[in-house]
């Protein structure tokens, strides 16, 4: 019976440890409605799956950088208890294309004090390729006190680093405290700023920030 007894232990605490190391990996998983193609795009369909995308492309995740999405329903984070972190930096920009499908985003904000956050938007910064529409962005709120140079704020995207495009979106209610060097800043209503050697095409857009 002792045996038995020991036999059965083992197993059990064999088991607990496959169930939490399975639950480990679900918890760290993102995965999305769709494969992320144009015609089957990715489903972006909570405030938390926006900040998941955020987390995968800041992270230069390969399989998400350059792929399609689609929101499916209005976004509000007045209750989300974070503060918002923008898709895609300087260093790791989304490249993809973003179908806000006639959806707004609402109530995101932003105070982060670190030098290492300089660009600000429901994007951070968007690289080559990078197409965003239908998108309405209302009551953005992103500061800065600090006097780091290179921030860039906008509402649909802080900084354009690479030929991308921006159409059929809008931005109400933009606030922006923004502080560093002058030369080396700037602040938008749909973009914050766009590199020299970028480009980026703005079609069907307007912004009461």
């Known amino acids: ?77 007045t209750s989300y208890g974070k503060l918002y972190q923008p898709i895609g930096m300087a260093t790791n920009p989304f490249k993809g294309s ?17 030098e290492t956050m300089r660009e600000y938007g429901v994007f951070g910064a968007l690289g080559e390729n990078a197409v965003v529409r239908n998108l309405g962005v209302n009551k953005v709120t992103f500061k800065n006190n ?7 704020m906008g509402g649909i995207a802080g900084k354009i680093v690479g030929d991308a495009s921006i159409e059929n979106c809008y931005t109400t209610g933009c606030v922006f405290n923004l502080y560093g060097n002058a ?18 095409t703005v079609k069907n857009c307007y912004s009461n920030a």
């Open 1 to 77: 019976m002792k045996l038995l007894s020991r036999r059965f232990i083992g197993i059990m605490l064999t088991v607990m440890l496959v169930l939490s190391s399975l639950t480990t990996v679900l918890a760290t998983d993102v995965e999305f409605t769709g494969s992320g193609t144009e015609g089957d795009p990715y489903l972006i369909t909570s405030e938390e799956d926006l900040q998941n995308l955020s987390e995968l492309i800041n992270e230069a995740n390969e399989e998400y950088v350059s792929a399609y999405y689609r929101l499916t329903d209005d976004l509000d984070f």
């Open 183 to 200: 030369q080396d800043c700037g602040s938008g209503g749909i973009a914050g700023g766009v590199l020299a050697e970028a480009t980026l």
């Open 98 to 114: 973003f179908d806000g499908n006639g959806h707004v985003v609402s109530n995101i904000s932003n105070e982060d004090q670190s």
């Open 146 to 152: 600090k006097a780091w140079t290179q921030n860039y």
